[in-house]
């Protein structure tokens, strides 16, 4: 047995990740913390955006994002995004409001999204809105998800998108602007800073960079998933002052495996 | 019994699944610390697991489409007919090119299957290039467009300045500004972010020193005042 090269950063940056969350997770079970967040405009614009589909008797379009894998930089958007759209489905649900899910290229978010769409019918006591049509996958491919979501966004003609967590530069743009062009109400964002150019562009109410964690942990309305967030900005924090220092001392000490 | 089912219900829903992935945490965790060999071993068992769990979930998702679409035109109630077209285009071209990669010999590794999905791609992509960057600007444009104070036409006026700098062929066809451009950014950019910085970096000297003679209100006294 040996230690990899610069295992030591690594178990030191996890064993203070850790003992954070920890920390913060001991304080939501034990209310000794307050978790509450700033309500966000985007979030509370959800539910103007199915009133607006209720009074214009439009769908409601979700997506959440082309990128939506379980693994790897997408995943904490993937979650993310997963319990804003299982919000707002809800509330689409409870008021007679149709939701239409487009499926990220990764097939694995089917099953997932699928499911969510599922179980909110069941909640709201109306198994019968459940509608396996209204979930839309077009493949692997970028393009099948960008030319697939585009047309039903054209032919849905939407009221209101929500579009949030692993939204892409590319594949997004085409379905995302096919919703602006139909005058669907846009609200979304996705934590990336590449594209938050590109989003601010599209979104009457964005959702920036973290965000959409915060909206997630919101409107999960679970204090566990609140005091991750709280745990994450302070990583966030101390990965800006490790930042910080290295520019200033040069990087040759920190070594990752 | 009802609290049973559901109890039971969750943990195999949710504590049993949570379980699993703690196992993978942790094994991902120690491989990443510790070279040992058995935690390798499992490590490369996991990543073999994922690969096989991904291609049943591949091919659950890739039945579902199929069988959405085959349904669609089987029972074509409650339809629209441009849903109908697409299914029915969807699952022709699927059929024609599964016949065309199955007559190939080496199938989907032959010359000719590699040809028509490098056409077929780099249509679809060429297309979407155009659509996407289409849209981009029109809709740039005409965000920014619905407003009207100086500041978002200046904005308006730099942004597309730079995009013709950004654009080789369309450089080639407005000579000379591609180093107005550069100009702009270098000179008048660069000196005003320059100039906010030491007008701040002043500023926040003239304050401190205000504060330390006790000519400075704190923030309490900011605030009732």
């Given at each position: 047995m040996s230690f990899r090269a610069g295992a030591g950063w690594v178990a030191i940056f996890f064993v203070v990740a850790l003992v954070d969350v920890l920390y913060h997770t001991w304080s939501a079970l034990s209310g000794k913390l307050a978790m509450e967040l700033r309500m966000l405009a985007p979030v509370e614009s959800i539910s103007d955006g199915i009133d607006r589909c209720k009074e214009m008797g439009k769908p409601l379009y979700l997506t959440i994002g082309c990128y939506a894998e379980l693994s790897g930089l997408y995943a904490p958007m993937t979650i993310s995004g997963i319990n804003i759209q299982r919000y707002t489905s809800r509330l689409a649900v409870r008021r007679d409001v149709d939701p239409w899910f487009m499926v990220p290229m990764i097939p694995e978010a089917l099953a997932l999204i699928d499911g969510v769409y599922r179980e909110v019918c069941v909640a709201e006591g109306?198994?019968?809105?459940?509608?396996?049509?209204?979930?839309?996958w077009f493949g692997q491919l970028e393009a099948g998800y960008s030319t697939g979501a585009a047309g039903m966004a054209a032919r849905l003609r939407a009221g209101c998108a929500v579009c949030a967590g692993a939204m892409s530069g590319t594949g997004d743009i085409a379905p995302t602007a096919t919703n602006r062009t139909v005058g669907a109400l846009m609200i979304g964002g996705n934590a990336r800073y590449t594209h938050q150019g590109v989003y601010s562009i599209w979104y009457d109410y964005t959702l920036w960079t973290s965000d959409v964690y915060a909206a997630g942990a919101y409107c999960s309305g679970d204090v566990l998933l609140r005091s991750s967030v709280m745990a994450m900005d302070l990583v966030t924090f101390a990965c800006i002052a490790i930042g910080v220092i290295a520019l200033a001392l040069g990087t040759d000490w920190l070594v990752f495996p | 019994m009802t609290t049973t089912v559901l109890s039971s219900k969750r943990t195999y829903q949710r504590l049993g699944a949570l379980f699993i992935c703690s196992i993978f945490v942790g094994v991902y965790i120690i491989h990443d610390i510790i070279d040992l060999e058995v935690i390798n071993f499992v490590y490369t068992a996991f990543a073999e697991t994922q690969t096989t769990i991904r291609v049943v979930v591949q091919l659950f998702a890739a039945f579902i489409l199929y069988y959405g679409a085959l349904r669609h035109m089987i029972?074509?109630?409650?339809?629209?007919r441009t849903m109908l077209v697409r299914d029915a285009t969807v699952l022709v071209f699927s059929l024609v090119l599964a016949g065309f990669i199955l007559s190939q010999?080496?199938?989907?590794?032959?010359a000719g299957a590699n040809v028509v999905n490098s056409v077929l791609q780099g249509s679809c992509q060429y297309g979407l290039f155009v659509a996407r960057y289409g849209m981009m600007y029109y809709w740039v444009l005409r965000r920014f467009s619905e407003f009207r104070t100086i500041d978002r036409i200046a904005q308006l006026v730099i942004w597309f300045l730079v995009t013709i700098r950004d654009t080789p062929i369309l450089v080639q066809y407005v000579p000379g500004i591609d180093q107005a451009v550069d100009w702009i950014m270098a000179t008048l950019y660069t000196g005003a972010l320059r100039g906010v910085l030491i007008t701040v970096a002043v500023g926040s000297m003239i304050l401190a020193m205000r504060a330390l003679i006790g000519r400075e209100p704190g923030l309490i006294e900011a605030e009732v005042t």
């Open positions: 109306k198994p019968e809105a459940y509608h396996r049509d209204h979930v839309q | 029972y074509r109630t409650g339809v629209e010999p080496g199938m989907e590794t032959s």
